[in-house]
């Protein structure tokens, strides 16, 4: 039986290891740099370097890399090997603090937006003594940031580390405002569900679309899909379970904090959920979950689907990124408490987080944009692509008693009965858990609910904790100096309540009147990426963020530039891979079982004209009409992929790849969904969603 105790952390070199393997002062300055933001010593870097250099050999470690976050979505690293030649023709075991605190790795294949040229090849890895370092697979990974040569910041990981900086700055110093002196920092704090797919490798192996694109481009749906809601937190099977077993031990090893995991409700989905950690390590976290995940599926003979959409006519695959504030008193500030109307603290920072989405929906929307969660966004339990809050309607009543300066009669919480007399009562929830909002306020946090199970969670954090902290400024701006400071705050509240309360809805956001409603309220509703992704550089986005410290300007034009470059490669790939199925394989297996179909017919006719033949010929006949459609659409889609090489402009190139490569890749496959639901299963060449969906 595995003593999770005894197993947890113990690939990490953790707050216990430093204290047992440093000495006192050294163990001293590394906290005040973890805890405090105090620049490390050379002389303090060279003293933990030799110790995390022991502590790794003697668990095997061999190798150390730089593990950073370029801005590609995923994670890269580079092994150097600890020896050191010594004159006598051996070898020692070295590891400096200079080696610990940067390393340069060739960053010229990275994407940059244009920040550099690419004969411009140095880059820097920069150490993150925040995020603890650990061991896998024989070698020492130090999280790290990236920068290039001239500076610019080349990685997801450092400006999420500046956002936190600034609401640390922006919510303490209105903490103070409000009494709460005792307050020297602040944290922002994250807990990201994971959502994914498990299937069987081998029939993974059969699907040139899952392997190059992470989705199925073709697939008729099956009898029996999510209807019955039967597979969602029902028994989970064996295979899995034994699989999520081996995933929370690889992960509780390496201090990843795995707490909940459970069937959802597409069949095959399945979900892992975290306990709350700093956005910073949780960030990490989420990269090293992800990457375990798709180990530690192969070694039993699964994959993992990572994908927003890999199925199509079933739940996508989301990452809810919930998010709160917490003091290094210990205190939540979103957690309302027993009487919210008199918590200042609370509802000032709920109502500057009003103003914040209000203000910012167009870089939420963004901090959620590709390719993939274009898919998903709107459909099967996720939210649509419209910003909006929920708040409850216990929190709205509040909020309008703040407003109107009415008296609030706190009506006692009801124990919830139920009737079954072994069942206890409880109390209720001062708010629901609203599934189709997008960011929803849920008894003590903010659930994010519109992020792409595949994202890196470095961009809605960072653009989360920016914009938050220009909200607060703005009410300490406001309330600042004032002689009736409870005075100014009641007035600032009202104010930013009366001009941002639109964003605010209870409602469900799946109903068609909803559409409707929100742009009658002024609210953005930014369907696609294409769409999205333009408005990264407008002027009010670069002047909040170069406020911050965040981004500059140029950071930012690189920023949309990758992930404009990123969406139409990401289409046009899903497009070349969808022509080559259907040449090479759809068509063919098409003409095959035509062939046979009309053989048949013909030998029947030969033993005898009075044999009935109507079944080959009503097929073959609906099989060619099919066929011919399907050539004709493929050959346009060739053609529109030809025209997009003619677009420089990398804004309307996406929406190129948006409004006529993506409809004709929809026209393409449902013509060959449509076929694969006639053709004879042993002509397919793919395996089905039946096959897919239902095989592990």
Partial sequence: MTKVPEIFGSLVFNEAVMKDRLPKDVYKALQNTIKNGEPIDLKVANVVANAMKDWAIEHGATHFTHWFQPMTGITAEKHDSFISPTDDGKVIMEFSGKELVKGEPDGSS?????????????????????????LRNGTLCIPTAFCSYGGQVLDKKTPLLKSMEAINKSAVRLLHLLG????????????????????????????????????????????????????????????????????????????????????EVAPAQHELAPIFTTTNVATDHNQLTMDVMKKVACKHGLMCLLHEKPFAGVNGSGKHNNWSISTDTGKNILNPGKDPIHNKVFLTFLIAIIKAVHENQDLLRISVADAGNDHRLGGNEAPPAILSMFIGTDLEKVLKCVEEDLPYNEETLKSLEIDVNVLPSFKKDTTDRNRTSPFAFTGNKFEFRMLGSTANIACPNTILNTIVAESLDYISDYIEGKD?????????????????????FNGNNYAPEWVEEAESRGLLNLKSSAEALPHYTDEKNIKLFEKHGVYTKLELESRKEILLEKYCQTINIEALTMLEMVKKDIIPAICNYSKDLTQGALAKKNLSSDIDVSLETSLVSKISSLSACLSKKTSELDKVLLDAKDIEDSEELAKFYHDTVLSQMNEVRAIADELETIVGKGYWPFPTYTDLLFSV
């Avoid at 690419?118 to 920069?126: D, L, P």
């Avoid at 295979?239 to 904090?257: A, C, I, P, S």
């Fill in 484 to 504: 009736d400071l409870d005075k100014a705050l009641n007035e600032v509240l009202k104010k930013i309540l009366k001009e941002h309360k639109a964003i605010i």
């Fill in 110 to 134: 990275f994407p940059s937006g244009g920040l550099r040229s690419t004969f411009e090849a140095r880059g820097y890895t920069v150490w993150d003594p925040t995020s603890f370092a650990y």
């Fill in 180 to 263: 709460e002196t005792d307050v020297k920092r602040i944290s922002t704090t994250v807990g990201p569900e994971q959502e994914y797919f498990l299937i069987d490798k081998g029939l993974y192996n059969k699907r040139i679309d899952l392997k190059f694109t992470g989705r199925t481009l073709f697939g008729a749906k099956p009898p029996k899909g999510q209807e019955l809601d039967d597979h969602y937190f029902g028994a989970i099977k064996p295979r899995v379970v034994e699989y999520m077993k081996d995933l929370d031990e690889e992960l509780w090893k390496l201090g990843v904090l795995a707490k909940t995991k459970h069937n």
